[in-house]
């Protein structure tokens, strides 16, 4: 099956700095690329996805990479903010049949933006 | 928002009891899945399901098992609860014909005594 890994699992970072958090996966059928941010007590919740037939995806401050012939994809937030302070997931999409998509989750990274 | 919605919200009970979680969602999704979120925060899937195929994460004890009443819900019954169990437990839903985005219920946070 698919394998995620995710790296680091804690971040600081000042406020106004910038962010990365990269993954790794396993499975060359994996197709999307989703990032979720889970604030504390709350619900994931889809920030931006990406999809193998593209290389890089901006939306404002976020953007994400994917390199697919390296297997691995990055989440880059800039001119970080308080409110970014949350666990970040990353997560691949492979077909597990019958046209349901099953995500594998990486472990999550802790961002802590420090005003 | 109630595109995804889970119950109850917290449960608590003891060991041995058997327990149901709820969901529904309203957004007119082929696809439901349930994931664990475990203290440390990792989240695993235990099921998807559709109308055509339940997909069973094979390390999930046969404990657990969902029930589809309809395409709009998707409702978790544990079996004989152990203190293992305790987690957060979220539902999900997505459209089946491609690829797509999940959207997560608000999440079960079950205790087991």
């Known amino acids: 099956g698919e394998n995620v890994e995710q790296h680091p699992s804690t971040l600081s970072v000042q406020e106004g700095d910038s962010a990365v958090i990269k993954c790794t996966y396993s499975d060359s059928a994996s197709n999307y690329f989703p990032w979720y941010k889970q604030e504390l007590g709350k619900r994931p919740q889809l920030i931006i996805d990406i999809r193998s037939n593209v290389g890089e995806k901006k939306d404002q401050r976020i953007a994400v990479t994917l390199n697919k012939t390296a297997k691995h994809f990055s989440l880059h937030i800039t001119e970080t903010q308080p409110e970014d302070s949350a666990v970040y997931f990353c997560?691949?999409?492979?077909?597990?049949?019958?046209?349901?998509?099953?995500?594998?989750f990486g472990k999550g990274t802790k961002l802590s933006v420090i005003p | 928002d109630t595109a995804v919605s889970q119950t109850p919200k917290y449960l608590v009970t003891q060991m041995g009891n058997d327990k149901s979680i709820k969901c529904e969602q309203n957004?007119?999704?082929?696809?439901m899945y349930w994931y664990k979120q475990d203290s440390k925060k990792f989240l695993k899937i235990m099921f998807s399901?559709?109308?055509?195929?339940?997909?069973i994460n094979e390390t999930v004890p046969n404990r657990f098992s969902p029930k589809s009443p309809d395409k709009a819900h998707l409702n978790l019954h544990i079996n004989s609860l152990e203190l293992g169990d305790s987690a957060v437990y979220f539902c999900?839903?997505?459209?089946?014909?491609?690829?797509?985005?999940?959207?997560f219920g608000p999440g079960t946070r079950l205790l087991v005594l």
């Open positions: 957004l007119g999704h082929d696809t």
């Open positions: 999900a839903s997505s459209r089946e014909d491609r690829v797509e985005t999940q959207y």
């Open positions: 399901y559709n109308n055509k195929e339940l997909i």
């Open positions: 997560a691949a999409s492979i077909n597990s049949g019958a046209g349901s998509y099953q995500l594998t």
